[in-house]
Protein backbone atom coordinates (compact mmCIF):
# COMPACT_ATOMS: atom_id res chain seq x y z
CA UNK A 1 0.00 0.00 0.00
CA UNK A 2 1.32 3.02 -1.23
CA UNK A 3 1.17 6.37 1.16
CA UNK A 4 0.90 9.97 -0.18
CA UNK A 5 2.35 13.04 1.85
CA UNK A 6 1.51 16.54 -0.11
CA UNK A 7 3.30 19.40 1.00
CA UNK A 8 4.14 23.06 -0.23
CA UNK A 9 1.35 24.75 -0.47
CA UNK A 10 0.52 28.35 0.64
CA UNK A 11 -0.88 32.06 -0.67
CA UNK A 12 0.58 33.50 -3.23
CA UNK A 13 -0.65 36.50 -5.10
CA UNK A 14 -1.41 36.23 -8.54
CA UNK A 15 0.90 35.84 -11.29
CA UNK A 16 3.31 33.92 -8.29
CA UNK A 17 4.79 30.35 -8.26
CA UNK A 18 4.56 27.61 -6.13
CA UNK A 19 5.90 24.39 -6.06
CA UNK A 20 4.01 21.01 -4.60
CA UNK A 21 5.38 17.91 -3.37
CA UNK A 22 3.90 14.52 -3.15
CA UNK A 23 6.09 11.93 -0.79
CA UNK A 24 5.54 8.62 -1.27
CA UNK A 25 6.02 5.78 1.29
CA UNK A 26 7.18 2.31 -0.53
CA UNK A 27 9.52 0.93 -2.44
CA UNK A 28 7.25 0.31 -5.46
CA UNK A 29 6.89 3.95 -6.17
CA UNK A 30 8.85 4.14 -9.48
CA UNK A 31 6.06 1.18 -11.27
CA UNK A 32 3.04 3.45 -11.12
CA UNK A 33 1.94 6.66 -12.95
CA UNK A 34 0.98 9.72 -10.79
CA UNK A 35 -1.21 12.55 -10.95
CA UNK A 36 -2.43 15.84 -9.21
CA UNK A 37 -5.91 16.81 -8.82
CA UNK A 38 -7.30 19.62 -7.28
CA UNK A 39 -10.34 20.61 -5.74
CA UNK A 40 -11.79 24.03 -5.29
CA UNK A 41 -14.86 24.76 -2.52
CA UNK A 42 -18.03 23.72 -3.49
CA UNK A 43 -17.05 21.99 -6.59
CA UNK A 44 -15.69 18.42 -7.64
CA UNK A 45 -12.34 17.31 -7.48
CA UNK A 46 -10.78 17.63 -11.03
CA UNK A 47 -7.72 15.83 -13.16
CA UNK A 48 -4.85 18.38 -13.15
CA UNK A 49 -1.62 16.56 -14.68
CA UNK A 50 -0.12 13.21 -14.83
CA UNK A 51 3.09 11.42 -15.25
CA UNK A 52 4.31 8.07 -16.48
CA UNK A 53 6.00 5.69 -14.02
CA UNK A 54 9.14 6.88 -16.12
CA UNK A 55 8.77 10.77 -16.31
CA UNK A 56 9.11 10.41 -20.26
CA UNK A 57 5.18 11.21 -20.84
CA UNK A 58 2.62 13.86 -19.06
CA UNK A 59 -0.75 15.12 -19.55
CA UNK A 60 -2.37 18.27 -18.20
CA UNK A 61 -5.93 19.70 -18.40
CA UNK A 62 -6.35 22.66 -20.75
CA UNK A 63 -6.73 25.11 -17.65
CA UNK A 64 -2.74 24.25 -16.95
CA UNK A 65 -1.61 23.52 -19.56
CA UNK A 66 1.75 25.65 -20.19
CA UNK A 67 1.55 27.41 -16.19
CA UNK A 68 2.10 24.18 -14.45
CA UNK A 69 4.51 21.34 -14.78
CA UNK A 70 4.36 17.67 -13.35
CA UNK A 71 7.69 15.97 -12.73
CA UNK A 72 9.06 13.33 -10.70
CA UNK A 73 12.29 11.81 -8.94
CA UNK A 74 11.71 7.88 -8.17
CA UNK A 75 15.12 8.11 -6.48
CA UNK A 76 13.03 10.37 -3.76
CA UNK A 77 10.00 8.82 -4.62
CA UNK A 78 8.64 12.16 -5.11
CA UNK A 79 6.16 13.50 -7.62
CA UNK A 80 6.47 17.52 -8.18
CA UNK A 81 4.10 19.75 -9.85
CA UNK A 82 5.68 23.28 -10.21
CA UNK A 83 2.68 25.81 -10.44
CA UNK A 84 3.79 29.48 -12.63
CA UNK A 85 1.29 32.54 -13.16
CA UNK A 86 -0.78 31.30 -10.87
CA UNK A 87 -4.45 32.58 -10.99
CA UNK A 88 -7.35 33.33 -8.61
CA UNK A 89 -9.36 30.12 -10.16
CA UNK A 90 -5.90 27.70 -9.36
CA UNK A 91 -7.29 28.20 -5.60
CA UNK A 92 -8.24 24.64 -4.30
CA UNK A 93 -7.20 21.88 -2.55
CA UNK A 94 -4.21 19.95 -4.57
CA UNK A 95 -4.05 16.11 -3.96
CA UNK A 96 -1.92 13.68 -5.64
CA UNK A 97 -2.64 10.37 -6.13
CA UNK A 98 -1.44 6.89 -7.73
CA UNK A 99 -2.93 5.69 -10.60
CA UNK A 100 -4.34 2.24 -10.68
CA UNK A 101 -3.08 -0.59 -12.87
CA UNK A 102 -3.98 -0.64 -16.20
CA UNK A 103 -6.74 2.71 -16.41
CA UNK A 104 -6.40 5.56 -18.87
CA UNK A 105 -8.83 7.81 -17.90
CA UNK A 106 -8.26 11.32 -16.26
CA UNK A 107 -10.65 10.94 -13.77
CA UNK A 108 -11.08 10.40 -9.77
CA UNK A 109 -12.00 6.60 -10.63
CA UNK A 110 -8.85 5.45 -12.12
CA UNK A 111 -6.25 6.94 -9.13
CA UNK A 112 -6.06 5.66 -6.08
CA UNK A 113 -4.14 5.82 -2.65
CA UNK A 114 -4.50 9.76 -2.40
CA UNK A 115 -2.75 12.11 -0.30
CA UNK A 116 -4.53 14.46 2.63
CA UNK A 117 -3.81 17.40 0.62
CA UNK A 118 -2.11 20.71 0.22
CA UNK A 119 -4.38 24.01 0.09
CA UNK A 120 -3.19 26.48 -2.87
CA UNK A 121 -5.02 30.09 -2.35
CA UNK A 122 -4.17 32.49 -5.17
CA UNK A 123 -5.24 35.96 -4.30
CA UNK A 124 -6.32 38.73 -7.01
Known amino acids: QVQLVESGGGLVQAGGSLRLSCAASGRIFSSFAMGWFRQAPGKEREFVATINWSGSSTYYADSVKGRFTISRDNARNTVYLQMNSLKPEDTAVYYC?????????????????WGQGTQVTVSS
Open 97 to 113: AKRAPGTYRYTESDFGS
